[in-house]
């Protein structure tokens, strides 16, 4: 599994190819590292940028809880499914992202490819940039979900 961290600043051209930044693609531990599912996320405005691999176990997951005869599973699978694409690594290095997404989106050309563990979420930077939690904000959601439970030692 790869974990990606960080933010870079990007340029989507008129086409809607972004180049992927090279320090990320030595990130990626995946069978097929020139090949990833895209989809507009659930919560913010922004898209999802996801290996196969770390595809493949969302979908397991996704298989595992829903049910395609009960009626609100079918709804929620349709959803989820609704904004997605696959898209792979041109030979320069440049992911072509389908226009519809980037219209979601409001991408046009400035971009900010962040890192959130197991995926990378790509923005318009101007939205990236009005989106960051204030310093008090990040603290007390770092206490609520870090600080409520003793840390375990790790295992050597």
């Known amino acids: 599994m790869s974990t990606f961290t960080g933010s870079y600043d990007c340029k989507a051209d008129e086409k809607g190819r972004i180049l992927f930044p090279a320090s990320l693609k030595r990130r990626i531990a995946t069978a097929a590292p020139d090949r990833f599912v895209v989809k507009k996320d659930i919560y913010v405005d922004c898209l999802v940028l996801y290996t196969m691999e770390e595809w493949e176990h969302l979908n397991s997951i996704i298989r595992a809880r829903t049910n395609p005869y009960n009626r609100e599973h079918n709804a929620f699978v349709r959803e989820f ?25 409001g991408i046009a050309k400035d971009v900010v490819m962040a890192g959130a563990g197991d995926r990378m979420e790509i923005w318009a930077a101007v939205r990236y940039n009005s989106s960051r939690l204030d310093a008090d904000q990040y603290a007390a959601l770092a206490e609520k979900y870090l600080g409520s439970e003793p840390l375990t030692p790790r295992e050597e």
């Open 81 to 105: 499914y609704r904004d997605t694409a696959e898209v792979n690594l041109d030979g320069n290095g440049r992911l072509l992202l389908p226009r519809r997404l980037l219209d979601l989106v």
